[in-house]
């Protein structure tokens, strides 16, 4: 057997460290009083960190951040837009002829480049020379510069008033009329009758038969 059990009562331990009070364990010297860990001190405590939570600055942020969001809002609408007037500029007031051409006669309105009025052709004879033509010629706005240009239907031939008319050319103002006659030097046939401005351009015209 071993020799653990040979050994006599209080023998079995000989040679290992004898216990103590103040060792971890009961084992190893005791620590001193007054030190840490020893006979009489304090227990032993972790030492914790505590951090006061002040509540009113997360509360004072919110609204500087609210304030500066308004004031964005406020200044960046600008000054608003001066109320500006709109002037609507009178409209003329266009003066629309009614007449109708006398019995036998020819009419038609004239409305061109703010010039309103009607011509009418009251009568025309022919005669070997060419054809002579009683008109009238009325101004109801504008002032109309007039003169007189004959096509002849069948060769398209252009003729211009003779010096014998009496409505040779002119000026008419509004409210006014003229009347005379216009002669073209032509061969007989189916005329278209010309009233121009004093430029030579159309403004309208009648057809005459031959």
């Given at each position: 057997?071993?020799?653990?059990?040979?050994?006599?009562?209080?023998?079995?331990?000989?040679?290992?460290?004898?216990?103590?009070?103040?060792?971890?364990?009961?084992?190893?010297?005791?620590?001193?009083?007054?030190?840490?860990?020893?006979?009489?001190?304090?227990?032993?405590?972790?030492?914790?960190?505590?951090?006061?939570?002040?509540?009113?600055?997360?509360?004072?942020?919110?609204?500087?951040?609210?304030?500066?969001?308004?004031?964005?809002?406020?200044?960046?609408?600008?000054?608003?837009?001066?109320?500006?007037?709109?002037?609507?500029?009178?409209?003329?007031?266009?003066?629309?002829?009614?007449?109708?051409?006398?019995p036998g006669g020819l009419g038609i309105e004239i409305e061109s480049r703010g010039i309103v009025g009607y011509w009418e052709i009251t009568s025309y004879t022919w005669d070997?020379?060419?054809?002579?033509?009683?008109?009238?010629?009325?101004?109801?706005?504008?002032?109309?510069?007039?003169?007189?240009?004959?096509?002849?239907?069948?060769?398209?031939?252009?003729?211009?008033?003779?010096?014998?008319?009496?409505?040779?050319?002119?000026?008419?103002?509004?409210?006014?009329?003229?009347?005379?006659?216009?002669?073209?030097?032509?061969?007989?046939?189916?005329?278209?009758?010309?009233?121009?401005?004093?430029?030579g351009i159309q403004i309208t015209a009648l057809t005459v038969l031959g």
């Amino acid at each position: 057997m071993s020799d653990l059990f040979d050994r006599a009562p209080g023998q079995r331990y000989y040679g290992r460290p004898t216990p103590t009070d103040g060792a971890p364990g009961g084992w190893g010297p005791a620590s001193p009083p007054g030190v840490p860990g020893g006979p009489g001190a304090a227990p032993h405590k972790t030492p914790e960190r505590y951090r006061a939570t002040t509540w009113w600055l997360p509360v004072l942020a919110g609204l500087v951040a609210l304030g500066v969001v308004v004031g964005l809002l406020w200044f960046g609408r600008g000054e608003p837009p001066a109320a500006t007037t709109t002037t609507t500029a009178p409209v003329p007031t266009v003066v629309e002829p009614s007449r109708t051409p006398p019995p036998g006669g020819l009419g038609i309105e004239i409305e061109s480049r703010g010039i309103v009025g009607y011509w009418e052709i009251t009568s025309y004879t022919w005669d070997a020379a060419g054809v002579t033509i009683n008109a009238r010629l009325y101004v109801d706005q504008g002032t109309l510069r007039f003169t007189w240009l004959a096509l002849d239907n069948a060769s398209s031939w252009q003729f211009g008033a003779s010096r014998s008319s009496s409505l040779f050319s002119g000026t008419i103002e509004a409210g006014e009329q003229l009347s005379g006659t216009i002669r073209f030097d032509k061969n007989r046939g189916d005329t278209l009758v010309i009233l121009a401005d004093s430029r030579g351009i159309q403004i309208t015209a009648l057809t005459v038969l031959g």
